[in-house]
């Protein structure tokens, strides 16, 4: 079985008061990160992660995550300075394009070239991190003219990991992240990533010794096996119909469905309905943590076994939010510490 370095948590709130307790709840249980998801349109993530940080002491604060579609990659590297300020070195940028439905239709901004998106945004942060002034001119984003940070990050480098789902995404976290961050990844799609992420970086020649390979397990535990599952697939189906309108992505192709499905659950999304009933027990065991405890603790295991080292476990707030940590903590998390 793989190394289980690191365990994180990642909590969605439409409150944002809450981040703080629920960060300040998986310190005091040992978590090494916590994650804010930016999802539009919920609280946004920067604010929500400098909150927890000026709340908490120990625990790593990660965006779940940022594009540089909505925010131009050096306004994302201002507020990643800040909040590493704010929280004494703490922070970790989670990186990714978004989604075509967020960004294109929905904000009317063009989702245009989104791998070199990355790429250019990548570096603009990076370059405002060094120091000195910078000049970067992208083939989507560019920064010039001498820019360069008004203020002093505790670190010359933030870690960056790149929440990449498509295969040619993967292979340019293991090219220039510093982390590899996919959601919805069961054992295989984690073990073709990882080999994804090793040939991006034996092209740029990297080495990838303590390169943490993580997934976003979206988690349900609960005695009750069937409802554990039967409550988890309302926010699969959810997913599917923001990602209706890219349907290459392998969130439809590595579970088999064609164009034609893919339709049904986009013209089902734009008239304001979720398809539970288009989510299969399959793609429920590929996608999340969802069960008894004796399942999760064995599909957690089959994905250490895949390579998987850092898990970031997605859990639901509100009322049920202490106990269902203490519960995956306690039933599920511990046995792999």
């Given at each position: 079985m793989s190394e289980l370095r690191?365990?994180?948590l990642l909590v969605e709130n439409a409150n944002a008061r809450d981040y703080v307790s629920q960060a300040q709840a998986a310190e005091r249980m040992g978590f090494d990160t916590f994650w804010?998801?930016?999802d539009y349109a919920f609280p946004g993530a920067f604010s929500s992660c400098a909150a927890i940080a000026a709340s908490t002491s120990r625990i790593k604060i990660g965006t779940c995550v940022v594009n540089p579609f909505t925010r131009?990659?050096?306004?994302?590297?201002?507020?990643?300075a800040a909040l590493d300020q704010i929280s004494a070195g703490r922070a970790i940028l989670g990186l990714g394009a978004s989604i075509r439905l967020w960004i294109e239709e929905q904000m009317a901004i063009r989702y245009d070239r989104p791998l070199a998106a990355l790429r250019d945004a990548v570096a603009i942060i990076r370059g405002l991190f060094a120091g000195g002034p910078m000049e970067h001119r992208g083939k989507v984003f560019s920064a010039g003219a001498g820019i360069r940070f008004n203020?002093?990050?505790?670190?010359a480098e933030v870690p960056i990991y790149l929440g990449a789902t498509s295969p040619r995404a993967i292979e340019l976290a293991g090219e220039i992240a510093d982390g590899w961050l996919p959601f919805g990844f069961g054992p295989q799609a984690i073990a073709r990533g990882i080999e994804r992420v090793r040939a991006g970086a034996n092209r740029s020649g990297r080495a990838l010794a303590d390169f943490p390979f993580c997934s976003l397990i979206f988690t349900a535990v609960a005695d009750d096996d069937r409802k554990a599952r039967a409550s988890i697939k309302p926010f699969i189906a959810t997913m599917l119909g923001w990602f209706a309108n890219q349907p290459e992505l392998p969130i439809f192709t590595d579970h088999g469905i064609g164009p034609q499905e893919v339709n049904v659950v986009r013209q089902s999304f734009v008239r304001g309905e979720i398809r539970p009933d288009?989510?299969?027990?399959a793609m429920i065991d590929a996608m999340t943590l969802a069960g008894n405890p004796e399942r999760c603790r064995e599909r957690l295991a089959a994905l250490l076994d895949a390579g998987m080292t850092h898990p970031i476990f997605a859990i639901g707030g509100g009322a049920n939010f202490q106990s269902g940590l203490e519960r995956l903590y306690r039933d599920v998390i511990r046995s792999f510490i």
């Open positions: 690191a365990i994180g804010v998801p930016e131009h990659p050096v306004l994302i590297a201002m507020e990643l203020l002093r990050p505790p670190r288009m989510v299969s027990e």
